[in-house]
């Protein structure tokens, strides 16, 4: 069952600004990922941050954790028409070394 | 690297007929997951393999489906008798598993599967 939760469900801003997606989930954690899938793609790894990591940074990407309020956020700077996709945070809970939690993704549109 | 490769990309098939979708994932990889995404249930894990053996496949949804990995470079997920309701997109990911927590994943580009 799905228990990660990705705020908002879709997200519309101009090229340019920032977006940022937030993430909820329920159970201890031993790391969060956020992938991006594009339409009719598959998805594509963006970022891993572990549960003792509080934030990190890849290109225009920013991602923080908070283990104590259970919540991750993502935010792209400097938004491109090409961020235009779907987001997903995965967590991998504690008691496995495999399973990861799958949110229903946050929808992006970068308008031009 | 080529990445992991599926096929086919589509199938369309009718009730009954027996669907055989393939995976080779990235060389050296060690371990293998099926996914499967639809819009209601978004993305749910059908089974996981590690150095070929498949280690969780609670969430295979019911004997009409069946996976095997028979080497390190190639998986297979069949569903018999196919059903619409198996239609969804599905993915296969590969990655390399150090034992102590999840690892990032490498997805294919997917089949989309419908049956009619």
């Known amino acids: 069952s799905q228990q990660g939760e990705e705020d908002p469900q879709a997200l519309s801003i101009q090229e340019g600004e920032n977006a940022t997606m937030n993430c909820s989930y329920k159970?201890?954690?031993?790391?969060l990922q956020w992938y991006r899938q594009n339409s009719g793609r598959g998805l594509v790894h963006l970022i891993l941050?572990?549960?003792n990591e509080r934030e990190k940074h890849s290109g225009r990407l920013r991602v923080t954790l908070d283990t104590s309020k259970k919540s991750s956020s993502l935010l792209i700077t400097a938004s491109r028409a090409a961020d235009t996709a779907s987001y997903f945070c995965?967590?991998?809970?504690?008691?496995?070394?495999?399973?990861?939690?799958w949110g229903a993704g946050t929808k992006l549109i970068i308008k031009p | 690297d080529a990445g992991v490769i599926q096929s086919p990309r589509h199938e369309v098939t009718e009730m009954g007929q027996e669907v055989t979708l393939r995976c080779k994932p990235i060389?050296?990889?060690?371990?293998l997951f099926w996914y499967r995404q639809t819009m209601m249930r978004g993305l749910e894990l059908l089974i996981y393999?590690?150095?070929?053996?498949?280690?969780?496949d609670s969430g295979m949804p019911e004997d009409r489906f069946s996976a095997k990995m028979p080497n390190a470079s190639f998986s297979t997920l069949k569903i018999q008798p196919s059903e619409p309701r198996d239609s969804a997109v599905y993915f296969c990911?590969?990655?390399?598993?150090?034992?102590?927590?999840?690892?990032?994943?490498?997805f294919g580009s997917g089949t989309q599967l419908s049956v009619l």
């Open positions: 159970t201890s954690i031993n790391n």
């Open positions: 990911a590969s990655s390399f598993f150090v034992g102590s927590s999840q690892e990032k994943l490498f």
């Open positions: 060389s050296g990889h060690n371990s």
């Open positions: 393999f590690n150095n070929n053996v498949p280690i969780d």
């Open positions: 941050i572990r549960s």
């Open positions: 995965a967590t991998g809970p504690m008691d496995s070394n495999y399973q990861l939690i």
